[in-house]
């Protein structure tokens, strides 16, 4: 989220349903957002990224039904509060902008440690603007999952080799369709 | 003849030019004939100028229904010699004719000499002036009431009507102009018409392309775009203010391109649409043609054809738009031709089009042309016409929707927006039955099965031609070449010769089986169309196979094919 | 059909979603005009039925099959007449047009000036890339005129067009300018597109990796948010548009034009028009 660039540009929430609706909305996202890029990937054959993101899906999906589970019947009415389409990304999905039909294991996980540690910073910001105690520990909480997938990510990460300079070569030019 | 006789019919062509108002004697003259039991025929032709060009007003009046110009005209009425000689090869004239013209018109243009005609004279200009308000043209039209027997009240009658009565002066200066025509008329030996005091009941008169924008909302249409061009824009014209009325919209298109895609959008939004053109906006339809083809889009494109190729002649007809109707879209793509017999015909062709369209999802190409559409007929009302017209859409509610399954009949049921469950994507890119587009060979084979195959076997019932006679001569022919054949063909029934007439209304798809059938008998048949090429004659010998001996018999625009020349041909065939 | 009663938030951006898989090259702009569209649908909770998606030709024209709303793709340049055509047939749809700068601008030029003059309640999305991506890489009419490509080599050393100040001069509505680098932003403008009466113009500036390579980068560092508010007075917008670096983000012009909806007079029976050729 560009906002959390700015310091004091935490969002800030008059209720606990709407907190989880805003935390709920990132986690959808960023399932979402990984789904698509996974099936980008496959389109253009792809399949050792699209593993990847097809597992980052799945584990923004664990973490939504997470999330879903600590809400409980806290969620029911709320809305998504700074994080909608009105804001600009949210601060765990991943850039469209950013990939390449060819981009490497260790390019994509770069990719999804960034929006793990904005989701991380994102997360301690509201903990520390929050005046209502019960969202600043929920927030700590979900901060401290981000933080845990940070982690997870770098271990993954310590099993690619570097990047191959040449990664991005095609021996093709492109293809005309229309 | 003498002048005691009585006329079956007259053909009148009156003259002149620089706003002198022939147009609306011309229009004067078939109210006031028609009011008196006749049935009448008004075409017209003009120099190229916008206002103040030469121009003649041509009506053949009848004791019965005509559909065509006769061999030449019995009356020319110049109400001055201006240009004239510019339309000399549409104004058939002999020694049985008659010419009524000014002394003050100067020297009479050589072709009208060289006719024989006899001449009388008028001094229209000059009588004009006598009257505060007077008009040539209606001292013209006195003379000529008198000539043919038509009572001069008759004219009064119909200037009256035109001037809304709501201008007394100017209705009594016209009826004081026509009774001096009538005083002054010269004596000459013209058969009078025969007429009636009243117009019988159940008279219609209108144009062909009038005829056409009833046609097409009698069809169900509810959606029209068009872009201005000659001559099919009063069918535009006569739609903006009708269309309004039944629930529908008529839009101006920035160009044909436009016109074409704007119908397409609204035929995928449920409504029917058509749109009306000429040769060159035809031609620059043809690419949204073939998306409609593939996507499956029903709509209606009347093409008024016009002497061509590029600008060629845009005031005069000719059937020379068969080929790109059929053969101009890109790829293997099926739809549906077809062209009105007469003046009257656009009508039901139009209607019928409409019908087409919607039942088959496809575009319907209907060729009509500049002598049908822009001539104004009056005629007994015509049979009114109905057809079970439907869209076939999805049962509500759609479970799983596949916009182009593949039926047995080809055709599939069509969602419309709105409809939940329906949505899909209309493509113009080869697509499976689901509408997603695809480049396999066997989604391309099978979806051009099926548009093939919706057509096919679509039954197009009687309507796909109109036959008569028999005889083992017979004409072919389509379209405007109808009206003067059938008259050639009645006359050679007089002579003795029994000729058949086979008029196609339906061009593409072919019906060989059908065809062959007509066909039965038959020694020899004679194509004869409007076209250089012989557009019909190749495509007939493209679709079909014929035992009898085929003779091409094209004649090009951009003067019509008249009854005598078509009976020429018919004697010459009758031949052995 | 009247009004569609909505319930906020009744439908989430996966419902605009269909299950054809997008061909664009992965790291496209044109996926975050899908992403944003189908987040501006969910806001505006239009049943996905209720809304008509038309295109032309080129990437950006592929929008509408992976949409789960009506949609027709049909021939290059010719989206806005045709969807022209369906918005006055069927105005209780709202139809949107995605379009590129080849097809908009270059074969659909004229179809612009007409469908802004005009000011059919239509919104039309343009994704402007600068080039023409499915047939490899020409210059296009917002190319810049140094670009070097095989079918102008040096590049074409003609002026780009620009399609905002010409909307405004031709009539349009709304007027915005959006960068896919951004998809919240973009969604927002297709909201309001869309809330807004008549023609809307929205810009979306879209980077074609694969052609372009470098404008992903470039435009994420120069494109800006609009310095002043949207305005409504056109001699404003116009100074505005044309003096701007073309990299001005937002609403820049809002007007009150009130659309063409050519409304039929009644439904009479047809039957009755033989009033017009009857004796």
């Keep these: ?178 | 003849m003498s002048a005691s006789q009585a006329a079956e019919g007259l053909s009148i062509v009156l003259t002149g030019s620089g706003g002198a108002g022939v147009m609306t004697a011309g229009q004067t003259l078939l109210e006031a004939a028609t009011s008196c039991g006749l049935y009448g025929l008004m075409t017209r032709s003009t120099g190229p100028q916008i206002r103040g060009g030469e121009a003649a007003a041509m009506l053949r009046l009848s004791t019965k229904p005509v559909q065509c110009p006769d061999d030449k005209f019995d009356i020319l009425l110049a109400l001055d010699f201006e240009n004239v000689q510019r339309f000399a090869a549409e104004l058939p004239l002999d020694s049985r004719s008659v010419i009524v013209a000014d002394p003050s018109a100067g020297e009479m243009p050589a072709f009208l000499k060289a006719s024989g005609a006899q001449v009388g004279y008028v001094e229209m200009k000059k009588l004009a002036k006598t009257v505060a308000g007077g008009r040539i043209s209606m001292v013209a039209l006195g003379a000529l009431a008198h000539v043919v027997g038509l009572p001069e009240s008759a004219i009064v009658e119909a200037v009256a009507a035109s001037l809304g009565r709501k201008k007394p002066e100017a209705v009594k200066a016209s009826e004081d102009a026509v009774r001096l025509g009538a005083v002054n008329a010269p004596a000459l030996a013209v058969p009078k018409l025969r007429i009636s005091t009243a117009r019988p009941a159940g008279r219609w008169s209108f144009t062909g392309n009038e005829a056409t924008g009833f046609g097409v909302l009698k069809g169900g249409v509810k959606f029209v775009a068009g872009y201005p061009i000659t001559p099919a824009t009063e069918i535009l014209e006569w739609l903006a203010h009708t269309i309004p009325q039944c629930g529908g919209e008529l839009l101006q298109a920035e160009d044909e391109l436009a016109s074409i895609n704007m119908i397409i959008g609204a035929s995928f939004g449920g409504k029917p649409a058509m749109t009306a053109t000429a040769g060159p906006g035809l031609s620059l339809m043809t690419e949204a043609l073939g998306l409609a083809v593939a996507s499956e889009t029903p709509v209606v494109v009347v093409d008024v054809m016009r002497s061509g190729p590029s600008t060629g002649i845009a005031t005069k007809s000719e059937q020379s738009d068969l080929n790109i109707a059929v053969y101009g879209l890109h790829g293997d793509a099926p739809h549906v031709v077809v062209a009105p017999l007469s003046i009257s015909d656009c009508l039901f062709t139009a209607q019928w089009s409409v019908h087409l369209a919607e039942s088959l999802q496809t575009p319907v190409v209907m060729l009509s042309d500049q002598s049908l559409g822009q001539a104004r007929v009056v005629v007994d009302r015509p049979q009114d016409v109905t057809f079970d017209t439907k869209r076939l859409t999805p049962v509500d509610p759609i479970e799983v929707y596949e916009r182009y399954a593949l039926t047995e009949s080809g055709v599939s049921p069509m969602s419309l927006p709105g409809m939940a469950g329906g949505q899909y994507t209309a493509d113009g890119l080869t697509h499976n039955a689901r509408g997603t587009p695809s480049s396999q060979a066997q989604d391309h084979v099978a979806q051009m099965d099926k548009r093939r195959r919706k057509i096919d076997r679509f039954d197009f019932g009687e309507h796909w031609a109109e036959i008569e006679g028999d005889g083992d001569l017979a004409i072919v022919t389509w379209g405007s070449s109808t009206a003067p054949v059938r008259e050639a063909v009645a006359r050679a029934r007089e002579e003795g010769i029994s000729v058949r007439i086979i008029a196609l209304r339906l061009i593409s798809p072919p019906q060989p089986k059908l065809f062959e059938a007509a066909l039965k008998g038959v020694r020899r048949a004679l194509v004869i169309e409007q076209s250089h090429s012989g557009q019909l004659w190749r495509y007939l010998r493209a679709h079909y196979d014929m035992a009898a001996e085929i003779v091409s018999i094209p004649q090009p625009g951009p003067l019509p094919i008249r009854p005598g020349e078509a009976l020429a041909y018919i004697r010459k065939g009758a031949q052995a | 059909m009247n009004m569609i009663q909505t319930q906020p938030h009744a439908y989430k951006p996966a419902d605009y979603k269909s299950a054809v898989k997008p061909v664009w090259c992965p790291g496209c702009g044109d996926h975050s005009v899908l992403v944003s569209f189908q987040r501006a649908m969910a806001e505006l909770a239009l049943p996905p039925e209720q809304v008509a998606v038309v295109s032309g030709i080129g990437c950006s024209s592929r929008l509408p099959a992976y949409t789960n709303c009506y949609g027709f793709h049909g021939v290059h340049g010719r989206s806005l007449a045709l969807a022209t055509g369906l918005k006055v047939a069927r105005p209780d749809i709202t139809v949107i047009v995605a379009s590129g700068d080849g097809d908009g601008f270059s074969i659909g030029g004229n179809h612009f000036l007409h469908a802004c003059r005009r000011n059919v309640d239509l919104t039309y999305i343009v994704m402007d890339n600068r080039i023409y991506g499915m047939t490899k890489g020409q210059p296009s009419p917002t190319t810049e005129p140094d670009w070097d490509t095989a079918i102008s080599p040096g590049g074409t050393g003609v002026s780009p067009f620009n399609p905002l100040v010409i909307a405004l001069a031709s009539g349009a509505n709304f007027i915005a300018r959006g960068f896919t680098g951004d998809v919240g932003s973009c969604a927002r403008l297709i909201v309001e597109a869309v809330r807004t009466p008549g023609f809307s113009f929205v810009q979306l500036l879209s980077p074609c990796v694969t052609f372009r390579d470098d404008q992903q980068k470039e435009w994420k560092k120069v494109t800006h948010e609009a310095m002043v508010p949207e305005t409504d007075d056109p001699g404003r917008a116009a100074r505005r548009l044309m003096s701007d670096d073309g990299f001005n983000l937002g609403i820049l012009f809002r007007g009150h034009r009130a659309p063409y909806q050519p409304k039929p007079l009644a439904d009479l029976d047809v039957a009755r028009l033989e009033a017009e050729f009857a004796l």
């Design chain 1, 1 to 178: 989220m560009k906002s959390l660039d700015k310091p004091g540009s935490a969002p800030t929430f008059d209720s606990v349903a709407e907190f989880f609706a805003q935390a709920l909305a990132i986690e959808i996202e960023a399932w979402e957002r990984y789904g698509e890029l996974a099936d980008q990937m496959e389109t253009h054959n792809n399949h050792v990224i699209a593993d990847i993101f097809r597992k980052m899906a799945h584990i923004e999906g664990m973490h939504r039904d997470e999330i879903k589970r600590r809400a409980g019947d806290a969620l029911v009415g709320g809305r998504p509060a700074s994080f909608s389409w009105l804001a600009p990304e949210g601060p765990e999905a991943i850039d469209l902008g950013d990939v390449h039909y060819k981009m490497t294991p260790r390019q994509a996980l770069m990719l999804a440690r960034h929006n793990e540690e904005r989701a991380t910073r994102y997360f301690e910001a509201i903990a520390e603007a929050a005046t209502d105690p019960e969202i600043k520990a929920f927030a700590q909480i979900m901060a401290e999952d981000e933080r845990h997938h940070v982690v997870l990510v770098d271990q993954w990460l310590d099993k690619f080799d570097p990047d191959d300079p040449d990664w991005a070569e095609d021996l093709d030019p492109p293809v005309i369709s229309e």
